[in-house]
């Protein structure tokens, strides 16, 4: 088994007043040449706006683009004429495709907190699509829930890449193998909140942890936790 850990605070970070966000990979004026993407996982952006704020109309081609609100609401507008709110319990992917133009905007007084993550499709120029859903309502305990899979029939939302995310919300002490689905792909682990433990890394809240090359590991909540893990192919599409 192979890893890399990322510390919280090894991450890239901008303060535009309105907007902080820390970066796991490069990304706009972050620029680490060791911290590109892993595998097709391209973007990890954990988010802060301020109340009233937000991301004007702006374009996307070609990604699969995942939106997992923390705290607060978020509106979401695009030139497909899909509008709306998502919120902590949501899950949102847009596959952007032949192109696509949308905003995001702080729906509220309060701040918004949230996770933006960019995946690399296998496929290009497809239709553009939109999809929200609350995961909230299925959610489990000492388990891993599948909220995004590459199939449009199973559980979560669905992307054009052989990825599958799951939440893992677990009691202290508590600890399950994770299985990776398909042969070649890897799994970045990102602590929410509270602190885990893979192999001999302990890590804390905003962590992340790369492991590939193995079938298997076993996740271990030190604290009462809250991990997404992101299961993606390793190599990018050709």
């Given at each position: 088994?192979?890893?890399?850990?990322?510390?919280?605070e090894?991450?890239g970070?901008?303060?535009?007043?309105?907007?902080?966000?820390?970066?796991?990979?490069?990304?706009?004026?972050?620029h680490?040449?060791e911290r590109?993407?892993?595998?097709?996982?391209?973007?990890?952006?954990?988010?802060?706006?301020?109340?009233?704020?937000g991301?004007g109309?702006?374009?996307?081609?070609?990604?699969?683009?995942?939106?997992?609100?923390?705290?607060?609401?978020?509106?979401h507008?695009?030139?497909?004429?899909?509008?709306?709110?998502?919120k902590?319990?949501?899950?949102?992917?847009?596959?952007?495709?032949?192109?696509?133009?949308?905003?995001?905007?702080?729906?509220?007084?309060?701040?918004?907190k949230?996770?933006?993550?960019?995946?690399?499709?296998?496929?290009?120029?497809?239709?553009?699509?939109?999809?929200?859903?609350?995961?909230?309502?299925?959610?489990?305990?000492?388990?891993?829930?599948?909220?995004?899979?590459?199939?449009?029939?199973?559980?979560?939302?669905?992307?054009?890449?052989?990825?599958?995310?799951?939440?893992?919300?677990?009691?202290k002490?508590?600890?399950?193998?994770?299985?990776?689905?398909?042969?070649?792909?890897?799994?970045?682990?990102f602590?929410?909140?509270?602190?885990?433990?893979?192999?001999?890394?302990?890590?804390?809240?905003?962590?992340?942890?790369?492991?590939?090359?193995?079938?298997?590991?076993?996740?271990?909540?030190?604290?009462?936790?809250e991990?997404?893990?992101?299961?993606?192919?390793?190599?990018?599409?050709?």
């Amino acid at each position: 088994m192979k890893t890399v850990y990322h510390s919280a605070e090894s991450r890239g970070y901008a303060n535009h007043g309105w907007l902080r966000s820390h970066h796991s990979f490069s990304f706009a004026n972050y620029h680490n040449p060791e911290r590109n993407h892993f595998g097709v996982l391209r973007v990890l952006n954990d988010d802060y706006v301020e109340g009233g704020m937000g991301f004007g109309r702006h374009p996307h081609r070609d990604m699969e683009i995942i939106s997992i609100p923390l705290e607060g609401e978020l509106r979401h507008g695009d030139n497909m004429g899909n509008s709306g709110i998502i919120k902590k319990g949501d899950i949102q992917v847009m596959s952007a495709g032949t192109g696509i133009m949308h905003s995001e905007e702080n729906a509220t007084e309060q701040p918004v907190k949230f996770l933006q993550i960019w995946i690399i499709p296998n496929k290009t120029d497809v239709t553009p699509r939109y999809d929200q859903i609350n995961i909230e309502e299925n959610s489990v305990k000492n388990d891993f829930q599948q909220i995004l899979s590459p199939n449009q029939d199973d559980a979560g939302v669905w992307i054009h890449q052989d990825a599958w995310f799951n939440l893992a919300r677990f009691d202290k002490g508590f600890s399950k193998e994770y299985k990776i689905k398909k042969e070649g792909n890897g799994v970045y682990v990102f602590v929410i909140k509270g602190k885990a433990k893979i192999g001999d890394q302990i890590l804390d809240e905003r962590d992340g942890l790369g492991i590939w090359d193995t079938e298997r590991f076993l996740l271990q909540a030190e604290d009462d936790a809250e991990v997404l893990l992101m299961e993606v192919p390793m190599e990018l599409s050709k």
